[in-house]
Each structure stands twice: as structure tokens, then as C-alpha cells.
């Protein structure tokens, strides 16, 4: 049922024939290109050159799109508000924040080659279980991919198997993320507890501090956001994809129909997290701390409020608000510190209210609408 | 040791004097100054002794000065010397009055007094010879606090003196509670008789005394406080099975009162109002805001902070769904991302306009404390406030729903809205009641709050996800339901707590919750009929 | 613009030491950095320290500014976001190009600034009591370390007061996890058995203390002196006083001895009836000293509140920012490197009648004030130590760090050197030097 008719090349092609994924790829490209070549061959004295301070800032930027594109491909398409992908996000990053951890060695404050310095200093006197095996990156960066989606099929096989739907699944996604914000918090945990897991050295032997390292991070990040931006397009693009629509529109007309609907979700989740999974883990070598905040329902909440701003079930929309909302964060936190929560809040108010599509509504107010639209009544418990 | 010895007997002789027999010689103001210097002058260790020398001195204002010693309060004037009690100690400049004539001086500033300062010890010393004075008082009351005061802190003189006032002491209560401060001591000394007589107690002291006698050298005093202990412990299980339930169920009514204005804004109207915890956090600095405009009256003020606190939140509940959700309609999911907005403002508001600390609340007397069922189990006050509090707004809540026309069309709007507009019921007004009345019941919540945790800019942050956990898991619509979860997620997560913790103990009722929504996907109580796939 | 015309401008200027705002007026001013969350969870605490600052800059204009230079203050709102605090501090080094940072307050907080300090060589001067176990060339840790701290009042406890069972009660993070590690083994030094010593820990902001309330005063009836120690942080501490005042746990039976309340945290609160609950800092504002009074005279006019209350890291910033004064005017320039060895060494008074120095560890010495609360929120000094302490970067009670010290002195110049393998751990570019 989750495989397409199409093959397996056609599907994932599909989305290089739509106008609004050329267009996207199209000005991503350009971006990565243009701030890159404004960082290296610009010297720093010219009022264009791209710092490396912005470079990173922009590598974070791009981290939270993959975040949002994630988040909007199972409530745009799929009609599941989970109001706890920040899980997966941090889950992803505490999997590349182990393998950063590692790679310090006895380079850490008290010199002990395999326990990271948080371990040392609670007296641990061996490494636990399961930080076995981070010392290696290719099974840090499959756990990166692995962590979150294994999590995401135990949660979603458990839910969409009892058919929880709407703003209960919303609600227990939150559950979901807080208990594990707790969870992390406990020293006893094993992950450094709140201070979480910082002072990273290197990444794959560069070292983490220089301006190359960060440059190369951001076009990283910038092709997993192009990559990640194909795979949801084609996921949508796709019969899969269709079904899914359905299923967001009309879950229990699709379910008469003959499709195994927990199926379609289960599967769509699971990228979804795997998805989050790898911004996360971009996120952590560019802000340099993976701690249990990233775990709050209040981020989860926010990143949700990015895909709402940008417009929903657009993916690009979702990249557009996530970008917007956290530049203007870092501005806002940097001239005004003492009224930019009035700011931002008052642009949430005010988008919601002036533009209902969000900002991509905007930009698709010319074109022809290709989404179908959501009923209002399955809205009120999506 | 000894110098407490020397100091109570000395005081006791004294202070019985002052307390029995009317002030007759009034000493020179010289020599009154001469004994203030000497406790002012004095190390930690020494003052003891200055306080004995007070007392001893028979000076009917010793009993004043003691008092606002024990209370920090005593203070002397840098330049002139001159002992002053202050009356008012806060900001610059405090208000005192002088020590020996009582007359008011008036304002001084905090840079030019030298307050005499006291230890625990000390005001410990203190508190048993007041203690022993009140023993002498008229009201029963008083002489009954006195003497539980009394238990575990006697040393033979004070014993001994103890023993006189017993044999002319009506009260039975009083004189239980004096007989076993008696045992406590001769326990203390290794009497084995007197461990019978603590072998019902629940009192903490009695328990203290009986452990310590259990590591005596005295096999048999050992034995026999072991066999006391056994039977307190089997008495004290029940208590502590009733303790545990009742925190449980004030967690649980504290859930309650932070979910019940969601159940109606979030249940009933299906609003995902990101702001309640806002607007529970604009009651509770609508209590402060009152005891601001009532000082002294902690409790007159609280009382009105209940109309007010509802009407501020109603208030703004009405300006967010006028001025927001109102052009939201069917589209509920939006409201989340406005009123997550809304949320942000106004925190920073109150930070901005108010201040970003947190605020003093004050606990009027009334609540503060706790009503002792028995010696081992006392619930207290505040919190037994707040569960009552909590059933007497889900009881009014559940009348306005069931039997008010406003409760009838609330219902019929959130079933049909077309056919209840049809019917002639105004859907905007019934909106706008609706949503003031679950913010309103936000501010009641906050009021109740206040009692109990910070009132800072963060109040509703910490209670917004518990609020939702509640709502959905009691089953979205039904206030039962909010009901029935609060009260048994706080019993639940209670009865974790001393296995599990507290972190562990939230985490499992978390994953509880999770669990709980597999095996029922609509909640506790979910909604029946058509009104179902709303 | 021309450094030594700069050097010589101020170093004139400071010789007239007068009226300098004509050459104040003409150079680019000195850029100070302020890094405290004025948002988020953690404003309650951090967004007077930010007022602290500005008050303590523009008092520094306002006597002629610095080497001649006006001092502007940078604020940033990090918001309680570790990422963003770690984001910011780059902002400030690598735009602004401030000439030293004041900020942060938790320890996570700290740990994210870390390396982004350390990477462009800023200066941080952390204002709060931490956990020790720490020392960055580019760091200066005026808050106490637990020896500046914990033991001192612990100490007090034993003996003075004669607690023999004790209850380590803290929040779940990393100051509280190692003063209570550092406490156990020490009071286990000290002859106290395992059962005599109870550890609990809680989440952040928890706020449902009836059942370890309930303990506590179990724990405290088995007939031995009990204490609290407490490493409770902000929000959690008003729930648990009013627990403890409610189920009639008195200052006189099990006195709770707490490292994180100051007077900020308890103008939030009833102390009615918490008097003699205990708290053990460097600095307290009921401290009756000439050089405090001025302090909070000005703080109070600062603010245009008449019941502000100053506190120990408002304390520590006016030391810090009074010895980063000195060593810049030591070494007539806000260059990094010079500040950084000019520094160490330098005095200057505190607010309690003695002198803060910055020891070759890029810590303070400080004394340790043990007081009670009042009913009127403030505290009475009932102990002091007799002279100043010295902070110790690594703590003597933690077999990880029994064995190493810190000097940022040349020639060692090492964060974590090991006296019994005579190497410099961790990282290697201080070991190349």
C-alpha cells in the first residue's frame, strides 16, 4: 500500500518537473552560493563580506527550516498538528552531540579518554551502554536518522493503531516531548542533565571552531534543506502522498475506502521524525550546546507557529516562516531587548489575523491554487 | 549546656515574678541602658548572660525588650546610643520608637542604626521562657500552644516548675500535653517508666525522644522504646496513608483549577487558548494588586481579589476574542498561533508595566498554618482552602452549564451552531460569554494560586501543558472529565512520588497519559453522539 | 584609529583626572557588553543585573568615563535560550566588538558562552555562586565558588549550631549535583554517617513540595540536630518556604541553610514565617557598611524604587566591573591579553569592608557571611568568616580534581594543571604554550 505504482526513479523525480520545487531549489542554491562566495572571496574589511558569525547564524536558520519542512509534511499533509516534533529534533541531536562528545577524547577538562568531562565529574566510572558505539560517525549519523524515527514508529504505531486523532494526538505528542524534557533533565539519565552536551572540539577531524568547518556546516545544512525539500515533495507527489491528503481531508471516508490509513501515517511520520532528526543534528555542531531545552513543548509550539506564519501544506511556506520569524528573533532580541516579545507577539497576532494563508498565501494569491482546501470542520480537530 | 541552664532558671525565677506580680520596682532608665548596652555589647556566647541580667533586673519592660529582641527588633541609634524598638523596617528609612520611655521617635534612617542582633539559639532559649510565662495565662488557648511548645525543649528546672503548675492546670488537653513534655524529659534522662507514657504519642518530639533512647546504653530502656516505637509506627501508617491522599488531592484540585476555565474556552468552544495560562496569571497579580490597595488587610483583600481577579481575566478574555478569535472563526486551529502571541505580550507586559521579579503575596493569617486532625496528620490550611476552593468553582461552573439559560444555549451553540443560530440564540454573544467566563474562571485560578506558588511573570507558563493534559485526558467538552483527571493525576503522581521522586514520578504519569489515550482515544469521559466528531 | 594616541590620551586624562569630557567626546567609546535574559524564565533573576550595569557605567561616565573614553553599554536579551546565549555572545565579540562581557547566570548558560568566549578571545565575567570545577582563560568568576560557599556554612551548622543529621535538598542541575557531592564527602570526612545524610533532588520550578516537606520532618524526628541544606533554585523556593511554614517546620527545629536565595528572591515571598531560616553568601544588603549604604542609595535611586533590594550577584558585578576597571587602567588599554595579565593581582574594596583580589585562577576572595532571615525580607549576619577566602577553581572533596590546580600566570598560564603528573590537562592549545 505505501509503495507507489510509479518507479521508484520516476517518484522521486517527480518533484523536479513542479514549478514551486524548481523555484525553491533554484533560490536555495543561489543563497548557499552567494553567501559562501561572500564569505570566502570578499575580504573582511568589505561592507559585503558575509561574517562568520552570520554564516553560522544562517546554518541555524536553515536547521530550523529542515525542522519546519518536517513539521508541515504531517500537518499540511497528513492533518496531524503534532505539537511535539521538537523531540525528534533533539533526539537527532543528542545523537550527533554523543558523537561530538567522543570525539573531545582527552581533551576534556580532566583528561579522560573515553568519559565525557559531565561523567568525570559525577564520578561515573565507565561509559554507560548505550554511549557505545557514538565513537564511530557513521553509526552516530545513522543513529542520528535512526533514534528518531525508531521513536516515532514506536509513538505513531501506538497511536494511529487506536485511532487517535485530532487535538488528542496533539496533546499526547506534548506529553511525549515534556516527559522526555524531564526525562533528560535527570543527571542520572546519562546526557549531562540540564547543562546537556557542549564544548565540542571537532566534527569528522576539522576543527569545529574554524571558519572553514562552519562554511562547510551551512552548505551541508543547506543541501539536507534541498534534500529533505525533494523527499517531502515527492512524498506528496506521489500516490502515497495522495492518500495521505485523503486521509488529512476525510480520515474515516479513506479508511472505508480500503486504505490501511494508520499505515499511510505511520510511514509519513516516521520520515517526518527522521527529517527532524537530521536538523537537529545539523543544529548541534553550529550552536555548539545540545541540552534538554530543545525539548520543551514551548519550542515545539513555536515551530508550529513558524509553518502557520509561513502557510501550511505549501513545505516552502514552512521554510519561509521558519527563516523569517527567527531572523527577526535576532534582531529583535538584539535592538530592542526589552519589547521584542511585544514584537514578536504582535506579529503572530497579526499574521493570523491579516493573513490567514500565511505568507506563502501571499505569494501563491497570483498563482493557480494546486491545495485543496481543508474543510473547516475537520480543522476543529486536527 | 550550662549556660542555657543558668539562663532559663535564672529567667523562669524572673519572668514568673514579672508575669505574677505587677511591676513594683520600676529600675532607673540608667540601669535599663546599662543592661541594653550589655546585650548589645556581647559576643553570641555572652549574650545569654545579658538576657539573664534583663530578665533578673524585674524591670515590668524586660517582657518588651525580650520580645523585640527574639524579633530582631531591637535596635540602637549609632551616634546617641539611645535603644530604640523599631516599629516599621522597610525601605530607607525606619520607624522606631525608644526602648525605655516608649515614645515614638519617628523615622530614622536604616544607615544609622545598629540592630542587636539575635541566633536561632538564642531566640530559641527565648521562645521556651516565653513559652513557660504563657503557661500562666488566663485563655486555655494559649497555655495549650505554650505547652506544646514546651515538649522536648525542658531541662530540669523548667521541669520541675512544670510539674507545680500541673497539679493547679484544668484543662485536659493542657495537661496531657504538659504530662508528656514531663515523659519527653525523664525519657531523656533514661527513665524507662516514663516510656509508656509516650507509647501512644504521635507527637515528633516524643518520636525523637523514644529514637534517641533506643541507642541508650540501657538494654532494657532500649527495648522498651523500640516496643513504644513499634506501636506508634502501626498508628502512624494510616496517618500517613490519609497525608499522602490528601496531597494528592490538593495537587489534584490545584489541576483542576488551573484546566476548569480551558475545559469550558478549549472543551466547549474548541479555542486553543495558548494565553490561559496568561490569563491565570493575571488573577493572581490581581491579588497582589489588591493587598497593594488594601495594606494591612491581607485577607479582606484576598477576598476581593475573587470578584476582581474573574472580572480582570473576563475582561481580557473578552478584549482577546473581540479583538482576535472573533475573525477566527472555523479556523480553531489558528487560534492557537494567535493566542500563543497574545501569551508573549502579555508576559512581557507584566514584566514591563509590573516588574520581571515575582511579587509578595501575602497569606493572610486565617490560612497560614495548618488544622491538626492529630498529632502526626495536620492538613494545611492554604491548600485545604484551595481543594474547597476548587469544588465550590467546579459547583458553580457545572450550575451555570446545567441550569442558567446561558449554560442551555452554550450547549446548543457548541452542538449545532447553525440550527442554535436558527433557533434564535445570538452565537456571537453566547461566544463572548463563553470565552469570558472560561477566562474568568482562568482568574479565579490565579487568585487561588497565589496562595500557593509565585506570582511572577512565568505563573502561567508552568501551568498551561498540565492544564491541557487535564482537559484531554478527562475528555475534551466534559467537565467531569476535567474533574475526575485532575483530582486522580494529582493522587496518582502523589502516590509516585515517594517511590519514584518527583521527576520520575511526572514522567511516569506523563507516559501514563500517553498510554491512557491508546485505550481511550477520546479521554475519561468522552463525548457522546454527534457532538463526538465535532 | 591610532592605539597609542589613545594610550597616551587616557593615561593623561588620567593624570588630571578631572572633567574629560571634551576628549571623552572625541574618541570612539569603549563597548561593554551585557549579557543577561530579560525574557524567559530566568529575567526574574537576571534582568536586575543588567540594571546593575548600566547603573555602574553611567556612573563611570559620569565621574569621566575610562582612559578617556566614554563606556557604552551593548545590551542583549538572550532570552533564556542556551543556544541564543551562545548566539549572542558572538553577536557582541564578533559585530559589536565589545571590549568585555558581563553576563549569564546559570551554569548551562555559562557552558554555551564557553567556547565562543574562548574562540575569539572575549573577556566574561560571571556575576553568580557556582560549582567550581572550571577555569577558562577567559573567564573571571566573581560569584563564589562552593569552598567560597557550601563549606563555610556547613561548617557553621556543625559547628556552631551542632546539626548531626542533614537533608542535601537541590534542584536537578549541575550546581546543586556537585555542591552536594562535594558536601557528602565532606561531611563523611567529618565523621557522618550515610544514614544521617539525605539527598533529594527536584525539577526546575517545582512547585508540589508537600510530600518532601513531609520528609524532611520525618528525616528530622529521629532525635539528632537535623538541617537543611538547600540548593533550590529561584522559582521552586517560594512553594517550598510556604510548605515549610505551613506544615510548621520552624527555624528552630530544622533550620533550612539555602545558597540561592538572596534578598531579590525573597521580596518575592512572606518571610513572616521563615525568620531564622538561615542563607550563607559573600554579600548581604543588611550588611552595615558605608561603602553598601552608597551602593544601595544609589541602586534605590537607580531604580526610582524605594523598596529595591540589592543582592550578592549585584555585589559581584559592581566587584567585577571595578576590577576590570582597574586592570584596564593598569594596563592603559581594553585590549584583551593586557587586560587578562593585568588583572590578576588587582584589588579593589567590596561592599562588605574588605577587598576583593583576583587570584591566578581568575577568581576572587571573598568572605563568607552566614545570616537569618528577617521578617522584613532582609538578612542578619549571625557569622562571618574572620578573614577573606580565596575561590578554589577545583574542588579538594572530588577525586576527579583533588589533584589540580589553576594559574593563569605565565609560565604555567593552565586552566587545569595537575600537580601530581605535572601536565596541563585538556586542552591543547594551552598545552602547546
Redesign the interface.
Known amino acids: 500500500m505505501t509503495r507507489s505504482p510509479n518507479s521508484a526513479g520516476m517518484w522521486l523525480a517527480r518533484p523536479f518537473t513542479e514549478r514551486s520545487t524548481q523555484w525553491f531549489l533554484g533560490i536555495l542554491t543561489l543563497a548557499v552560493a552567494l553567501v559562501s562566495i561572500l564569505h570566502l572571496a570578499l575580504p573582511v574589511s568589505n561592507p559585503l563580506h558575509v561574517?562568520?558569525?552570520t554564516v553560522?547564524?544562517l546554518g541555524?536558520y536553515l536547521c530550523y527550516a529542515l525542522l519546519a519542512v518536517a513539521v508541515d509534511l504531517v500537518w499540511g499533509f497528513l492533518g496531524i498538528l503534532s505539537l511535539g516534533h521538537g523531540a525528534f529534533f533533539a533526539v537527532g541531536g543528542y545523537a550527533m552531540g554523543m558523537y561530538l562528545m567522543r570525539q573531545i577524547g582527552?581533551?576534556?577538562?580532566?583528561?579522560n579518554p573515553t568519559l565525557p568531562d559531565?561523567m568525570?565529574?559525577?564520578?561515573w566510572d565507565q561509559l554507560p551502554w548505550y554511549w557505545h558505539g557514538f565513537d564511530m560517525a557513521w553509526f552516530a549519523f545513522v543513529m542520528v536518522l535512526l533514534a528518531p524515527g525508531l521513536l516515532a514508529l514506536v509513538f505513531g504505531f501506538l497511536a494511529f493503531r487506536s485511532r487517535v486523532t485530532g487535538v488528542y494526538l496533539s496533546i499526547i505528542t506534548q506529553a511525549l516531548t515534556f516527559a522526555l524534557m524531564?526525562a533528560f533533565?535527570?543527571?542520572e539519565m546519562g546526557f549531562g542533565?540540564?547543562?546537556?552536551l557542549?564544548?565540542?572540539k571537532d566534527i569528522l577531524g576539522f576543527n569545529l571552531?574554524t571558519d572553514a568547518t562552519r562554511l562547510g556546516l551551512f552548505i551541508a545544512t543547506g543541501v539536507a534543506l534541498g534534500l529533505g525539500y525533494i523527499i517531502c515533495r515527492a512524498i506528496v507527489g506521489s500516490k502515497l502522498g495522495r492518500v495521505s491528503i485523503a486521509c488529512r481531508d476525510a480520515e474515516a471516508r479513506t479508511r472505508f475506502l480500503g486504505y490501511r490509513v494508520e499505515r499511510v501515517q505511520l510511514f509519513v511520520f516516521v520520515v517526518s521524525a527522521m527529517l527532524a532528526g537530521v536538523a537537529g543534528a545539523l543544529y548541534v555542531p553550529q550552536?555548539?550546546?545540545i541540552?534538554p531545552?530543545e525539548f520543551s513543548p514551548l519550542f515545539s509550539i513555536e515551530v508550529v507557529v513558524w509553518v502557520a506564519l509561513g502557510g501550511r501544506a505549501t513545505l516552502y511556506g514552512a521554510v519561509i516562516g521558519a527563516i523569517l520569524v527567527n531572523y527577526a528573533?535576532?534582531v529583535f532580541?538584539?535592538v530592542m531587548?526589552?519589547a521584542?516579545?511585544f514584537a514578536l507577539g504582535g506579529l503572530f497576532v497579526l499574521v493570523t489575523v491579516l493573513l490567514p494563508k500565511g505568507i506563502a498565501g501571499l505569494i501563491r494569491h497570483r498563482k493557480v491554487d494546486t491545495t485543496p482546501e481543508t474543510p473547516a470542520g475537520k480543522e476543529a480537530t486536527a | 549546656m550550662s549556660i542555657r541552664r543558668l539562663l532559663t532558671q535564672g529567667l523562669i525565677v524572673c519572668c514568673l515574678l514579672l508575669s505574677s506580680v505587677p511591676a513594683h520596682a520600676q529600675s532607673s532608665d540608667d540601669q535599663a541602658q546599662t543592661l541594653l548596652q550589655a546585650l548589645a555589647d556581647s559576643s553570641?556566647a555572652d549574650k545569654a548572660g545579658a538576657i539573664n541580667d534583663i530578665a533578673k533586673s524585674g524591670d515590668d519592660r524586660a517582657r518588651g525588650w525580650l520580645d523585640a529582641f527574639a524579633?530582631?527588633k531591637l535596635s540602637r541609634i549609632e551616634k546617641s546610643g539611645q535603644f530604640v524598638i523599631v516599629l516599621e523596617?522597610?525601605?530607607?528609612n525606619w520607624t522606631v520608637a525608644d526602648a525605655l520611655t516608649g515614645e515614638p521617635i519617628g523615622e530614622v534612617s536604616?544607615?544609622d542604626l545598629?540592630?542587636i542582633?539575635?541566633?536561632?539559639?538564642l531566640?530559641?532559649d527565648l521562645?521556651g521562657i516565653l513559652a513557660v510565662i504563657d503557661l500562666t495565662v488566663k485563655d486555655p488557648a494559649r497555655r495549650l500552644t505554650a505547652a506544646r511548645a514546651l515538649r522536648g525543649s525542658i531541662d530540669d528546672t523548667m521541669a520541675e516548675r512544670i510539674g507545680d503548675l500541673l497539679k493547679d492546670e484544668d484543662d485536659s488537653r493542657v495537661r496531657d500535653a504538659l504530662k508528656e513534655a514531663i515523659a519527653i524529659h525523664q525519657v531523656q534522662l533514661g527513665d524507662v517508666s516514663a516510656v509508656s507514657a509516650l507509647s501512644g504519642s504521635l507527637n515528633?518530639?516524643a518520636?525523637?525522644?523514644?529514637?534517641?533512647?533506643t541507642?541508650s546504653d540501657d538494654p532494657e530502656l532500649a527495648a522498651a522504646a523500640k516496643d513504644a516505637l513499634k506501636k506508634i509506627r502501626q498508628k502512624l501508617k494510616w496517618n500517613h496513608a490519609a497525608?499522602?491522599l490528601y496531597?494528592g488531592l490538593?495537587?489534584g484540585s490545584?489541576l483542576v483549577l488551573a484546566a476548569i476555565g480551558l475545559a469550558i474556552t478549549f472543551g466547549v468552544m474548541g479555542v486553543i487558548n495558548m494565553a490561559h495560562g496568561e490569563l491565570i496569571m493575571l488573577g493572581a497579580y490581581t491579588t497582589w494588586g489588591m493587598q497593594q490597595l488594601l495594606p494591612g488587610q491581607p485577607g479582606l483583600a484576598l477576598i476581593l481579589a475573587i470578584p476582581a481577579g474573574f472580572l480582570v481575566s473576563a475582561l481580557a478574555g473578552i478584549a482577546i476574542e473581540r479583538s482576535v478569535i472573533q475573525f477566527l472563526k472555523g479556523r480553531p486551529l489558528e487560534t492557537l498561533l494567535a493566542t500563543f502571541g497574545i501569551s508573549l505580550i502579555l508576559?512581557?507586559l507584566v514584566?514591563t508595566v509590573i516588574s520581571?521579579?515575582?511579587?509578595?503575596?501575602?497569606?493572610p493569617d486565617w490560612m497560614?498554618?495548618?488544622v491538626m486532625i492529630n498529632e502526626a496528620l495536620?492538613l494545611?490550611?492554604?491548600?485545604l482552602y484551595v481543594i474547597g476552593f476548587a469544588l465550590v468553582v467546579f459547583a458553580g461552573l457545572m450550575l451555570i452549564m446545567r441550569k442558567t439559560r446561558l449554560g442551555l444555549e452554550v450547549r446548543a451553540v457548541t452542538q449545532n451552531r447553525a440550527m442554535a443560530r436558527a433557533m434564535g440564540i445570538k452565537a456571537t454573544r453566547v461566544d463572548i460569554l463563553t470565552f469570558a467566563l472560561g477566562s474568568g474562571v482562568a482568574g479565579l485560578a490565579g487568585v487561588a494560586l497565589s496562595q500557593?506558588?509565585?506570582?511572577?511573570?512565568?505563573l502561567g507558563?508552568?501551568y498551561i501543558i498540565d492544564s491541557f493534559m487535564v482537559v484531554v485526558f478527562g475528555g475534551v467538552g466534559n467537565l467531569w472529565g476535567t474533574l475526575v483527571a485532575g483530582l486522580s493525576l494529582g493522587t496518582i503522581?502523589?502516590l509516585l512520588?515517594?517511590w519514584a521522586?518527583?521527576?520520575l514520578a511526572?514522567i511516569v504519569v506523563l507516559v501514563f497519559i500517553i498510554l491512557f489515550i491508546q485505550k481511550r482515544p477520546r479521554g475519561l469521559f468522552p463525548q457522546k453522539g454527534r457532538a463526538a466528531e465535532g | 584609529m591610532n592605539v597609542k594616541r589613545v594610550i597616551k590620551l587616557g593615561l593623561s586624562a588620567l593624570a588630571v583626572s578631572a572633567s574629560l569630557t571634551a576628549t571623552a567626546a572625541d574618541l570612539p567609546p569603549i563597548k561593554v557588553g551585557i549579557l543577561h535574559s530579560?525574557?524567559g524564565?530566568m529575567?526574574?533573576s537576571e534582568?536586575?543585573l543588567k540594571d546593575t550595569m548600566l547603573m555602574l557605567i553611567k556612573k563611570q561616565n559620569a565621574e569621566g568615563g575610562l582612559l578617556g573614553r566614554k563606556i557604552e553599554p551593548v545590551?542583549?536579551?538572550?532570552?533564556s535560550?542556551?543556544?541564543?546565549f551562545?548566539?549572542?555572545a558572538?553577536?557582541l565579540l564578533?559585530?559589536d566588538k565589545v571590549d568585555v562581557i558581563f553576563g549569564n547566570w546559570?551554569?548551562?548558560s555559562r557552558?554555551?558562552v564557553?567556547?565562543?568566549v574562548e574562540?575569539l578571545n572575549g573577556l566574561l565575567f560571571y556575576p553568580v555562586q557556582y560549582e567550581g570545577?572550571?577555569s577558562s582563560e577567559n573567564v573571571f568568576y566573581t560569584g563564589a565558588a562552593p569552598n567560597q560557599q557550601a563549606i563555610p556554612a556547613v561548617n557553621y551548622l556543625m559547628n556552631e549550631?551542632g546539626v548531626k543529621r542533614w537533608v542535601l535538598a537541590g534542584t536537578?542541575?549541575?550546581y546543586p549535583?556537585?555542591t552536594n557531592?562535594i558536601l557528602e564527602a565532606y561531611l563523611k570526612d567529618h565523621g557522618v554517617a550515610d544514614s544521617d545524610i539525605m539527598i533529594?533532588?527536584?525539577?526546575?520550578?517545582?512547585?508540589?513540595w508537600?510530600?518532601?516537606v513531609?520528609?524532611i520532618?520525618k528525616f528530622?524526628?529521629?532525635?539528632?540536630k537535623t538541617a537543611v541544606v538547600s540548593t533550590i533554585n529561584g522559582?521552586a523556593n517560594?512553594?517550598f518556604y510556604?510548605?515549610l511554614?505551613?506544615?510548621?517546620v520552624k527555624?528552630?527545629d530544622i533550620?533550612v541553610v539555602a545558597f540561592s536565595v538572596g534578598e531579590?528572591?525573597l521580596?518575592?515571598?512572606?518571610t513572616k514565617?521563615l525568620?531564622?531560616h538561615?542563607a550563607a553568601w559573600n554579600y548581604f544588603m543588611s550588611v552595615?557598611n558605608?561603602a553598601n549604604?552608597d551602593f544601595?542609595?544609589s541602586w534605590?535611586n537607580y531604580t526610582g524604587n524605594?523598596?529595591a533590594v540589592t543582592n550578592d550577584p549585584m555585589e559581584a558585578h559592581y566587584i567585577g566591573f571595578n576590577l576590570w576597571v582597574q586592570a584596564v587602567r593598569k594596563a592603559g588599554t581594553t585590549d584583551v591579553d593586557a587586560v587578562k595579565d593585568a588583572i590578576i593581582g588587582v584589588s579593589v574594596p567590596n561592599l562588605t569592608g574588605g577587598y576583593a583580589t583576583m587570584m591566578p585562577n581568575h577568581h576572587i576572595t571573598k568572605p563568607v557571611l552566614i545570616g537569618?532571615i528577617?521578617?522584613?525580607?532582609?538578612f542578619?549576619?549571625?557569622?562571618q568568616t574572620p578573614s577573606t577566602v580565596a575561590g578554589d577553581a577545583w574542588s579538594d572533596f572530588?577525586?576527579?580534581?583533588r589533584d589540580?590546580i589553576s594559574d593563569w600566570r605565565k609560565p604555567l598560564r593552565c586552566?587545569?594543571y595537575?600537580v601530581v603528573e605535572k601536565?596541563c590537562?585538556?586542552?591543547?592549545k594551552v598545552a602547546a604554550n
Not at chain 2, 520581571?356 to 497569606?363: A, H, W
Open positions: 561574517s562568520a558569525y553560522t547564524l541555524k582527552d581533551r576534556g577538562v580532566y583528561g559531565f568525570v565529574f559525577l564520578n524531564l533533565f535527570r543527571n542533565g540540564n547543562n546537556g557542549t564544548d565540542f571552531r550552536v555548539g550546546i541540552n531545552s528573533k535576532t532580541t538584539g531587548p526589552d521584542w516579545l | 553570641y524579633n530582631g523596617n522597610r525601605g530607607r536604616r544607615r545598629d540592630s542582633r539575635i541566633n536561632n539559639s531566640r530559641r521562645d515528633s518530639e518520636r525523637s525522644a523514644l529514637t534517641a533512647a541507642r497525608e499522602t496531597f490538593s495537587l490545584v508576559q512581557q514584566r520581571p521579579l515575582n511579587r509578595t503575596v501575602i497569606t497560614s498554618g495548618s495536620s494545611t490550611l492554604n491548600r500557593i506558588t509565585n506570582v511572577g511573570p512565568n507558563q508552568n503522581n502523589q512520588e515517594p521522586g518527583a521527576v511526572k | 530579560l525574557s524564565t529575567a526574574i534582568s536586575t545590551v542583549v536579551d538572550p532570552a535560550n542556551w543556544p541564543l551562545a548566539e549572542k558572538r553577536e564578533a559585530r546559570t551554569s548551562v557552558k554555551s564557553l567556547p565562543v574562540e570545577e572550571e549550631v536537578d542541575y549541575v549535583r556537585t557531592k533529594n533532588y527536584t525539577p526546575f520550578g517545582h512547585s508540589n508537600q510530600s518532601i513531609a520528609d520532618k528530622g524526628n529521629q532525635g539528632k522559582d517560594v512553594p510556604r510548605e511554614a505551613n506544615q510548621g527555624a528552630s533550620p531579590q528572591e521580596s518575592g515571598i512572606d514565617p525568620v531564622g538561615l552595615d558605608d549604604y544601595i542609595d534605590i524605594d523598596n537569618e528577617q521578617d522584613n525580607g532582609q542578619s549576619v549571625v557569622w572530588l577525586p576527579g580534581s589540580l586552566g587545569n595537575n601536565t590537562g585538556g586542552k591543547e
